[in-house]
């Protein structure tokens, strides 16, 4: 068991997925969870903590609004006097050839996946350094790290979180805060379902642990990054890839 009770979390993406196994298992270690998504897609998961016990409510949020991130965390501030874990994990691909790609895609990827983890960071940081403590986590690829045809928008924006979580690490290790990137490889969620079945199977066989991974798998390296156990790990890049970038 990582003790997380008494920590207060918000979790983006929350509604399905990797953000709703991170959601529910930190939750289940004893943390209030907040659990954003647009509209009221993250109240399936509320329930489902609430109904084993845990402490959860939904935020509607959209992370590309301007002013949703600073809504968010004065919300949160007012409510719980806190905010100890922020887990930046909405994301979003809009997969083309580069010669191909559009503009718009271009925009709407790096603005899902980078530009709200910045909003959100800088937010949560005010009441972070009042506390002296936080933990900031976002949720990168395996594609950030080792790039992706198809993917340039994707991997720019993965590749931008890393260096992103690096530097506001170095900024704010003073005041008892870490910052940490996981970077997933192939999980099984709607987002890879997306993709064609013989392409999945292709791709997992040649994931050295030969599987996808679970949405679980990369909840359980979100709880330990949260944990006190972690407090003198930061600027870290989590690879949970089953081997398929080392
Ligand atoms: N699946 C993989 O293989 C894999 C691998 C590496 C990294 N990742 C990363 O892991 C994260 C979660 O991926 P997933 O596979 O769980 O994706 P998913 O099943 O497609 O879920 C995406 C989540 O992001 C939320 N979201 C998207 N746009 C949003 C917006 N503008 N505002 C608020 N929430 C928004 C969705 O909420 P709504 O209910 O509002 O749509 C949903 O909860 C992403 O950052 C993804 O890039 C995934």
Redesign the pocket.
Known sequence: MIGLSGRVALV????????RAIAVRLAGQGASLVA???GD?AQRTVDEILSAGGAAEFIA????EAGAADAAVKAMVERHGRIDILVN?????RDQLVLRMKRDDWEAVLA??LTAAFALTQAALKPMIKQRSGRLIS????VGQGGNAGQANYAAS?AGLIGFTKSVALEVASRGITANVVA????D????RAIAEDTRAEWASKVPLRRLGQ?DDVAWAVCFLASDEASYITGQVVAVNGGMYM
């Open positions: 983006t993406g929350a509604s399905r997925g990797i953000g954003a998504a647009r897609n949020m959209d992370v590309t994990n909405a994301g979003i691909a899902t996946n949720i990168s690829s395996v993965k997933p490889g192939l999980i969620t709607d987002m890879t949405p």
